[in-house]
């Protein structure tokens, strides 16, 4: 058994060892599949703020995930086919450059956060876990029938969009990129849990009333957290097209909320790190298992199923449990 | 648009609502009791249609049919809560999202690999296939009117059970306070058992009805799931009486808006883009309805605060 | 005399049929502890919720510091001084004793939106946190997990971190349940020293702490006040013993 | 930026080409032997994986019967998701370094894989999705589809409905792109009046209100495009509602993996499709019996695709070396092969002409089924071939 500290460091170390190993090995797939693993990682990052440091359990965290796509798929294509994206009240252009589309991304996400936040913590309990199901399947059924940007068929984007100073075709290079954005999420928000803000939403999760009556508006402090995790969610999502160079509504559908909300759990809930283990074995249970057998999703429910029921805590609570016992 | 259309159509969004409420009920039923959010309803919806597929393509009888979605339903229902449901209710309900959402996949994949890929056939009975005439010239489905009858039935079913008979005494007990109706000597799992097998059940029952006129098919589920969650979450969580009128608000709303929409658009735009941007907001609607009544009650039209 | 801090105004508040404030006025002094008795379901609970927030009146006022409150939010009130313990221990277990101090402190600074330095870290915070735990003696307690603490405890840590909002009035609901003799008595002793700095409106079911702190009793029964005065008045009152105190009396 | 990058954005896909083609011919170049690699991506769980399953097994058995032993062949499932999809394309392309690809069931999927597969030098076969974006100015030369360009069975159900004497038809398809295909392929060859136009929701279960309008909408016949189990809800609805207006449909709704799930509700309608199994020749015959034989039920459309784009590539491979391309496609082009929807040719984007049946819905014992009724349209060509510079 390890502490739990030096558990995540060997989880980090793993990711960005497998990579390179497959670059020496030439299985460009492998690192294709852990750039999948950090980004989807990101994605539960910023989910496990909301959910597991806030106890706001969001089944609509796919709209996030989906506007940062579609952020990318966006911009993007109109750069690609050199039409501007509107030119009243005042002229904007597509761009291919990351950084500007990453701002955007979580610009977007951002702000529909605030304004599902805004009507969806009026409620609390059951009825978020719905409200924002419900919110999820309105951006999907939106972007499906929405005929501008492809409907159903998203938006392809044949080259991939570009970091000043990389080449972001070549595998091992956008993997270190999105290593490195995974690397600086996880720096602010650790930094974040342990700010006054932090403590106030743990306390508002922990106990709403006891915030409350020590002045706390509890209701300020869940909008903030959910906007901040959204904006996380929605970094990921413009991530998530550029790997593919593809966007489309399935990113908006309530199974992916679903599959955040795995990674979290699987993982382990409200811990730093539990989503990165708890994607890095989605992936690679659904890697595996689906050249095992044509109903391998059995199999996953019944794994899923087991954790839930019988491992609190995932992946890390139980490979680190010594360290807990010891506390 | 005529007002017979009009009339018909408000007639098929009473139909719809009340499809709907056979879902809702079971939902509603089984959080207001146990306090359980349970994404495998829409499974047992799936496999209530499929009991009834398999026994009605064996037996040639839709009685029998209906008979068996009930039991197969009630049964994986009652096998679900022993072995998983009940180790959930203690658990926040992120573990229950999670935990119900892994049942999805083992019951989906199981009924693909069980059933096949391909869809199920089951058919209305003679009985009851084609239309009647309604006062005033409407031609309507007859097994679509006896959906309508069915539900309400059940409905009013409900009603009574919760509210006059000794089992409804304990449900209701249940659901204000679970500790005083174990110290009352009542065993409350087999309570819960039973209730969780009720919902599942209804769930069931409204697949099998559902799929006479659907497509029988694996994740058949997951649509109506989700609509059935807007139901309750506007009529109110755990309220009976607001899985019926949320149930009808939603069947109405979205029926309407399907054929009311594109002819409003249809005023001021070119036809074809009226019809396609006038569905693509009537689909959004229901969840447009859903925000709507929570701003104002953000505890649904029925529920407690 | 002394304006109140506190005054309640004429307060309906009614359930359906059941009335659970029926026309309820009372006030609190600066330096006193105003003891709030009555029967189970005489609507004490009610009461505190339409002053703490929570429940707002159907009809009346609520006034803090002459400024009107009926409105406010429970963390609005919270800012304004209005420092309130529970029936119920309502601390984040999960946090450490110490933690849950620093949340108190946080939202009585205001600081919530501060997203980078570290709060469990912060200097002033820390001084602030463990003058509070010496004060209601949980110092050698700073660390551990509040799900951990006893009973006893739990009710000293709610004391201590309503004393680091520096409240202008206590409410305090039934602070003395479930403890034992010896630690009701040293709360006794302590609330008696806290009145100094901030009056307590206190619900209470311990009669004994009741008669041994109160400057002034007010009993409700059935959303009513039936009767308001110091211990001997409230000893003596007739209707009081009836409605009550008897029956109180016959439990005991 | 310098003015080689503007320029190769302005290009598209072409210019993807140009960009990637470096890395892709590294990996051509490798010796092959002779050896045929196959990487087909296709639907094999959750709904829509009843298509996937006959594509797949009609590819197979194709396979299987050739007797060659140098054709490789890399399944993977897409859980009819286009982010999988695309995955699983690296994969093959990344890891397997296959030659060829094919499997895709559905457009969204196919628009997401090919556009980048065959800029990377793979050829991809289609057996069943044909998106306009593909046909017209989109075409390449590694891009061949053996099944249909979407519009062609919905052009040849609007022929159809005019040689039907039918002038005031009532038309429905879901609110998505296919659906709106659907619908512009149909008026493009429909001559007479519309009764009504409706977008359904993707996914709907429910077609009351629907229904109710074409009931009011004083129609002669109704067209729809509704996939799946979209289709077999409003046709069971739609026979409940003793509206007798003859139904004209492309032949995804009537295929033979649905239709006994359809049943009686079926009987009589009119549907367009390239293949039928009473499609009098040699070939067709043989593979009727020989699917029938080996998987326990009949073949469907998907299958007859899917043993048809295993069989053009086997005929190529009979003709030239995969590591020869410009032969091997040139190979392909040819489409040297016994078609089991009999004559088969490709137009200059490397989509079909093709004669389009009509067939009708009818019961054989217990079994519901097809049979050929007329000739929709002859040697029909996509409109889009004339913007395809291929």
């Known amino acids: 058994m390890l502490r739990e500290t030096h558990l995540n460091g060997l989880l980090m170390l793993a990711l960005l060892i497998v990579p390179l190993a497959a670059l020496a090995l030439n299985e460009p797939f492998i690192i294709t599949l852990a750039t999948k693993v950090t980004i989807l990682a990101l994605a539960g990052v910023g989910l496990n703020l909301a959910l597991g440091q806030g106890g706001l359990i969001s089944f609509g965290h796919a709209i996030f995930f989906g506007l940062g796509g579609y952020s990318m798929g966006i911009l993007a294509s109109h750069a690609q086919s050199f039409t501007p994206l509107m030119e009243v009240p005042f002229l904007i252009e597509g761009t291919k450059l990351m950084p500007v589309i990453w701002i955007v991304a979580i610009a977007v996400s951002c702000l529909a956060a605030l304004l599902v936040g805004l009507l969806s913590l009026r409620t609390s309990g059951v009825y978020f876990i719905m409200v924002t199901l419900a919110f999820g399947q309105m951006f999907y059924y939106f972007a499906i029938s929405w005929p501008a940007y492809g409907g159903e068929d998203g938006l392809v984007i044949f080259v991939r969009n570009e970091f000043p100073g990389l080449n972001t075709l070549v595998p091992i290079q956008f993997f270190g990129l999105c290593f490195a954005v995974l690397c600086a999420v996880l720096f602010f928000v650790s930094k974040l849990n342990k700010s006054a803000f932090g403590l106030a939403l743990s306390g508002a999760h922990f106990n709403a009333e006891r915030a409350e009556t020590v002045g706390i508006d509890i209701t300020r402090v869940r909008l903030v957290a959910f906007v901040i995790s959204a904006g996380i969610t929605g970094l990921a999502g413009a991530l998530f097209a550029d790997l593919n160079r593809f966007v489309s509504p399935t990113m908006f559908s309530w199974h992916t909320s679903g599959q955040i909300m795995i990674f979290i759990i699987l993982g382990g809930v409200a811990r730093l790190y539990g989503p990165i283990a708890g994607a890095a074995v989605y992936i690679i249970l659904e890697h595996y298992l689906g050249a095992f057998s044509d109903y391998w999703q059995i199999y996953l429910g019944l794994i899923l199923l087991f954790v839930v029921l019988f491992a609190q805590g995932g992946l890390i609570g139980g490979l680190s449990k010594r360290e807990a016992a010891h506390d | 648009m005529s007002t017979i259309l009009l009339i018909e159509q408000l007639l098929n969004g009473l139909q719809f609502g009340v499809m709907l409420f056979l879902m809702a009920a079971g939902l509603t039923l089984i959080f207001g009791v146990m306090g359980l959010i349970n994404l495998a309803h829409g499974s047992l919806y799936m496999v209530g249609a499929f009991a009834a597929a398999g026994v009605a393509g064996l037996t040639g009888s839709f009685a029998l049919a209906l008979i068996a979605s009930l039991a197969a339903a009630a049964m994986f229902g009652a096998l679900i809560e022993l072995t998983v449901i009940r180790r959930l209710y203690k658990r926040d309900h992120l573990d229950q999202v999670l935990a119900t959402f892994a049942l999805i996949l083992v019951f989906s994949e199981g009924t693909r690999w069980a059933f096949g890929s391909f869809p199920l056939f089951l058919n209305i009975p003679d009985m009851l296939s084609g239309t009647v005439m309604l006062p005033g010239g409407i031609e309507y489905s007859l097994y679509r009117l006896t959906i309508i009858g069915i539900g309400l039935l059940v409905a009013a079913g409900l009603f009574l059970l919760i509210s006059k008979t000794r089992v409804g005494m304990r449900i209701r007990a249940g659901e204000n306070d679970r500790e005083m109706i174990s110290a009352l000597g009542v065993d409350i799992s087999v309570l819960y058992t039973l209730v969780f097998a009720l919902g599942a059940a209804l769930a069931g029952l409204s697949g099998a009805l559902v799929g006479a006129i659907q497509s029988v098919e694996v994740g058949m589920g997951e649509p109506v799931l989700i609509l059935a969650f807007v139901v309750i979450v506007i009529g109110g969580i755990g309220s009976i009486k607001g899985a019926l009128a949320g149930a009808i608000l939603v069947g109405v709303t979205d029926t309407m808006g399907r054929t009311l929409l594109p002819v409003i658009f249809g005023s001021f735009m070119d036809p074809s883009a009226a019809t396609s941007v006038g569905s693509a907001l009537a689909s959004m609607l229901i969840y447009i309805l859903m925000a709507g009544v929570l701003v104002f009650k953000p505890t649904g039209l029925f529920g407690e605060a | ?252 | 930026m310098t003015f080689k990058g503007i320029v190769k954005l302005g290009c598209g896909a072409l210019g993807t080409a140009a960009a990637v083609m470096a890395l892709a011919t590294a990996a051509i170049s490798e010796g092959h032997g002779g050896d045929v690699k196959i990487g087909m991506i296709t639907t094999l769980t959750g709904g829509g994986a009843g298509l996937g399953i006959d594509i797949r097994d009609g590819f197979m058995l194709a396979v299987e019967q050739s007797g060659k032993d140098n054709i490789e062949v890399f399944v993977e499932d897409d859980q009819r998701k286009p982010e999988i999809a695309v995955q699983l394309a690296d994969k093959l392309i990344q890891s397997e370094q296959v030659d060829i690809m094919t499997g895709i069931v559905w457009s969204n999927l196919a628009l997401a894989v090919i556009p980048s597969a065959t800029a990377q030098g793979k050829i991809y076969i289609s057996p069943n999705a044909g998106p306009t974006q593909l046909a017209g100015k989109g075409c390449h030369a590694n891009y061949f589809n053996v099944a249909w360009q979407n519009d062609n069975l919905h052009e040849a159900a609007g022929a159809y409905t005019n040689s039907a004497g039918l002038s005031n038809t009532f038309i429905l398809a879901p609110n998505y792109p296919a659906g709106q295909d659907a619908l512009t392929g149909f008026k493009r060859m429909y001559e007479g009046e519309l009764a009504g136009e409706i977008y359904t929701k993707l996914g709907q279960t429910d077609y009351a209100a629907e229904i109710a309008q074409i009931r009011a909408s004083g129609a002669d016949s109704v067209f729809f495009f509704l996939p799946g189990g979209m289709g077999i809800s409003f046709l069971k609805q739609y026979a409940d509602s003793g509206i007798d207006l003859p139904v004209v449909g492309p032949a995804f709704s009537f295929d033979q993996g649905i239709l006994q799930a359809v049943g009686e509700a079926a009987l009589g309608v009119k549907n367009t499709s390239q293949w039928s199994k009473d499609i009098d020749n040699a070939a067709n015959a043989a593979f009727v019996e020989t699917f029938e034989a080996k998987y326990g039920r009949l073949p469907s459309l998907y299958a007859s695709q899917g043993f048809d784009a295993a069989n053009l590539i086997i005929s190529a491979m009979g003709k030239a070396d995969i590591s020869d391309q410009d032969a091997f496609r040139a190979a392909l082009l040819e489409a040297d092969f016994d078609s089991v929807r009999g004559d088969f040719e490709f137009g200059n984007n490397q989509h079909p002409i093709q004669d389009i049946y009509v067939r009708e819905v009818i019961q054989e014992g217990d079994i519901f089924t097809n049979k050929i009724v007329s000739t929709g349209l002859s040697d029909h060509q996509d409109i889009y071939a004339a913007e395809c510079a291929l």
Do not use: W
């Open chain 3, 1 to 252: 005399m002394t304006e109140p801090i506190l005054t309640v105004r004429d307060v309906h508040k009614a359930f359906g049929a059941l009335k659970a404030s029926d026309g309820i006025s009372l006030d609190l002094k600066p330096g006193e502890i105003h003891a709030l008795i009555g029967p189970n379901g005489a609507g004490k609970s009610t009461l505190i919720k339409q002053i703490a927030g929570g429940l707002t009146p159907d009809r009346g006022t609520v006034h803090f510091e002459g400024r009107e409150i009926s409105g406010d939010t429970v963390y609005e009130r919270a800012r304004l001084g209005l420092g309130r313990t529970f029936q119920i221990s309502a601390l984040a277990m999960q946090f450490t004793v110490l933690e849950n101090v620093v949340l108190g402190l946080v939202g009585e600074s205001g600081s919530v939106f501060r997203f980078f330095r570290p709060v469990m870290k912060n200097p002033a915070y820390l001084e602030r946190a463990h003058h509070a735990l010496k004060r209601v003696g949980l110092q050698d307690h700073a660390q551990t997990k509040t799900a951990e603490l006893s009973h006893g405890q739990r009710r000293q840590l709610e004391v201590a971190v309503a004393l680091t909002l520096e409240p202008k009035a206590f409410l305090m609901d039934e602070p003395m349940a479930g403890l034992g003799a010896e630690g009701s008595k040293a709360l006794t002793g302590f609330l008696r020293e806290l009145k100094a700095e901030a009056p307590i409106l206190l619900v209470e079911h311990d009669m004994d702490a009741v008669f041994a702190l109160a400057d002034r009793i007010s009993v409700l029964v059935y959303g009513k006040i039936i009767a308001t005065g110091s211990v001997a008045e409230i000893r003596a009152n007739p209707e009081v013993r009836a409605a009550y105190l008897g029956h109180e009396e016959v439990e005991a």
